[in-house]
């Protein structure tokens, strides 16, 4: 079984383009996460999509958006990018249960400069 | 504001000997907590994890521990090999609407040396 699947692996970016990326979750996987790391605050959670409806956000300004497909594939946007977005993004997916565990891709390394 | 903290940034331990990676949360309706192992440039990868109806799980060289009147949780490898060497994160989820989110600590290094 294939596991989560991002794309790119690497981005380079300046500072108020926008950025798309995407993640392909597990199959038979409805469930879509995505976080931001960065050096020093750990794992961020952003949102989570289950079914193509936006389940959870977390504490991040509007720049940051994101959707799901009916294939459960999902994309994230970050628009008008700054210097502070520089962060891995890592996708996880899961069946959408409460209290499981998430299944991790490799993530999307983003810099902008 | 940090829900879960985990207050070493790093920790050293010789090979064969236990590791003990600690971790503590402030909310209280936190009632399933994970690991979550990470090599650089790869993805987290699930560990263990423990429901707050239980104190121990225990899975192989790995057993976590939860203390909940102390909000505190830790992880136990024994005996500890160099392939251990990783990242390790402490994660909870809470009941409510919140509760597909994970809440993620910082992460503690851990260096398991031969």
């Known amino acids: 079984k294939a596991g989560v699947t991002q794309t790119p692996r690497y981005l380079i970016k300046t500072r108020g383009q926008q950025v798309t990326l995407s993640c392909s979750p597990i199959?038979?996987?409805?469930?879509v996460s995505w976080y931001q790391q960065t050096p020093g605050q750990g794992l961020q959670f952003l949102f989570e999509y289950f079914s193509e409806t936006q389940r959870n956000k977390g504490n991040f300004p509007g720049r940051f958006s994101g959707r799901q497909f009916s294939n459960s594939r999902s994309e994230m946007n970050v628009s008008t990018l700054e210097l502070g977005d520089s962060a891995l993004y890592l996708c996880?997916?899961?069946?959408?249960?409460?209290?499981?565990?998430?299944?991790f891709g490799s993530g999307t390394q983003l810099s902008v400069l | 504001d940090q829900q879960v903290k985990q207050n070493s940034p790093s920790l050293s331990v010789q090979e064969g000997r236990i590791s003990i990676l600690n971790c503590d949360y402030t909310n209280s309706m936190f009632d399933y907590f994970l690991w979550y192992k990470k090599y650089p440039a790869e993805g987290p990868t699930f560990l263990i994890s423990?429901?707050?109806?239980?104190d121990k799980n225990e899975d192989g060289r790995f057993t976590v521990f939860l203390n909940k009147s102390a909000k505190h949780l830790s992880l136990h490898i024994v005996p500890s090999q160099p392939g251990d060497s990783a990242v390790y994160f402490c994660a909870a989820s809470a009941l409510g609407n919140s509760g597909y989110a994970l809440n993620f600590g910082k992460g503690t290094s851990l260096l398991v040396t031969p």
């Open positions: 996880a997916s899961s069946l959408g249960q409460r209290a499981e565990k998430l299944f």
């Open positions: 199959s038979g996987h409805r469930s």
């Open positions: 423990i429901s707050s109806i239980k």
